[in-house]
């Protein structure tokens, strides 16, 4: 086994390990993928202050997120087919997590259910809400949420329409994927992705099946979000989900002050400034990008969570120094899931916190709540994009 020092290493063995269809549904971005790109290189604009002659003895990383204790500020953002990634997926990232001491969040359209991952886990995980058109399936769902104990819903606000990429299309992906001659032929030389895929019953959208009534085909995600999907969703809808809901609300995919204002105006726990990782507007900025115009609107109101691009333990350091209470990553943890499993996922754990606790210590600095502004450096590439008048 090669030595695994950064989240580029997971990535090289995760792409020979899992099907093409898979590997590209993670690592593509919609149309040009100008905002996936620049969710990473935008953080390369952002510099850090190196200090000197601090007492580096006793540092923490621990803080909290949502009230909730975290062993450093980072949760499992919700992906989709998690569990075509590697068999049982969701199950072997949610005991990861847990046993590292950060949130894991299970999408919708995870392949092991809800009750699949409370009969895994021993603490809670939080759940990630997508809105569909039938209000039984609807109502259903948050009550299985409930009744799972979930402590927190990630109600996702930016996918109600598909952003296209185009190499789901061109792969016709799905769950589990078609016997056709291209994927067998690909399918041939993932014999260890194989293996454990042929030993888990949990090959199908498992929070799906069985549970919506009256849906077609739902192995494809495209066809099914663009049946399903309730594109009517607006700020009424998502008061009511607050209300069926109960509990600790947080709303994914802003990355607007005024969007941000009203999420604040409705009493929400938190918001996570979000592009989808790049996967839903091209073109839309980065969300590091929009960071601290979202701060200064709603900073004081309710907690601020970012996501997209963070592929290291300095990006993280940048976005808490920013003022993030936290952030979320999704393809880093997906590439150390289909590399090496549960490991894999905890490898990517470690790999980042090791380099948030080291970066921090070298910016000068012991605790991360500590973190600020003061050990940013910015230039004038990061200056603000105005909306045009
Ligand atoms: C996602 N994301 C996502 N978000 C969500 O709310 N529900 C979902 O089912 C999914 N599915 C999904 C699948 C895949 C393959 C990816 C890569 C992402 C978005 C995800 O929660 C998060 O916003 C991004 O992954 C963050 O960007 P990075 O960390 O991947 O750059």
């Not at 990634?85 to 005991?95: K, P, S, V, Y």
């Not at 604040?264 to 938190?270: I, N, Q, R, V």
């Not at 991360?368 to 590439?381: A, N, Q, S």
Request: with cysteine; glycine share 8%.
């Amino acid at each position: 086994m090669p030595v695994i020092t950064e989240i580029e290493d997971l990535k090289r063995i995760y792409r020979r390990r899992v099907p093409k269809m898979f590997y590209d549904y993670c690592e593509s971005g919609s149309w040009t993928e100008q905002t996936f790109r620049e969710n990473s290189s935008d953080f390369d604009l952002i510099r850090l202050r190196q200090r000197v002659a601090v007492n580096m003895d006793g540092r923490t990383t621990a803080s909290q997120m949502i009230g909730q204790d975290v062993s450093m500020p980072v949760a499992l953002a919700p992906v989709g087919m998690t569990g075509m990634q590697h068999a049982d997926g969701e199950i072997l990232a949610a005991q990861a997590a847990e046993a590292f001491g950060v949130p894991f969040t299970l999408s919708t359209m995870s392949i092991c259910s809800i009750e699949d991952v409370a009969a895994a886990t021993t603490k809670p995980f939080w759940f990630q809400l997508y809105v569909m058109r039938d209000q039984e399936f609807l109502e259903g769902i948050i009550q299985r949420a409930k009744d799972a104990k979930c402590s927190a819903l990630v109600l996702t606000l930016d996918l109600q329409v598909l952003g296209q990429r185009h190499k789901d299309l061109k792969n016709g992906l799905s769950a589990p994927p078609k016997p056709t001659l291209k994927n067998m032929l690909n399918l041939s030389t993932k014999w260890g992705w194989g293996m454990e895929m042929l030993r888990t019953d949990k090959r199908e959208f498992r929070n799906i099946v069985g549970h919506a009534k009256g849906v077609g085909d739902v192995s494809s995600l495209m066809d099914w979000t663009a049946q399903q999907f309730d594109p009517r969703l607006d700020w009424d809808k998502v008061a009511q989900i607050k209300e069926m809901w109960g509990g600790k609300l947080i709303l994914k995919g802003i990355l607007d002050a005024e969007d941000a204002r009203r999420a604040a105006d409705l009493g929400c726990d938190a918001i996570i400034v979000s592009n989808h990782g790049g996967r839903q507007l091209d073109g839309a900025l980065s969300s590091i990008r929009v960071l601290p115009e979202i701060l200064e609107a709603v900073g004081d109101r309710m907690e601020v969570h970012l996501d997209s691009g963070i592929r290291s333990g300095q990006d993280v350091l940048k976005a808490i120094a920013m003022g993030a209470r936290g952030v979320y990553i999704g393809r880093a943890f997906i590439y150390g899931l289909g590399a090496m499993g549960r490991e894999g996922v905890t490898k990517a754990l470690e790999v980042i916190h090791k380099e948030l606790d080291v970066s921090m210590a070298l910016c000068g600095y012991r605790d991360v709540k500590d973190l600020d502004r003061k050990c940013l450096l910015i230039g004038p590439e990061f200056a603000r994009y105005q909306q045009m008048a």
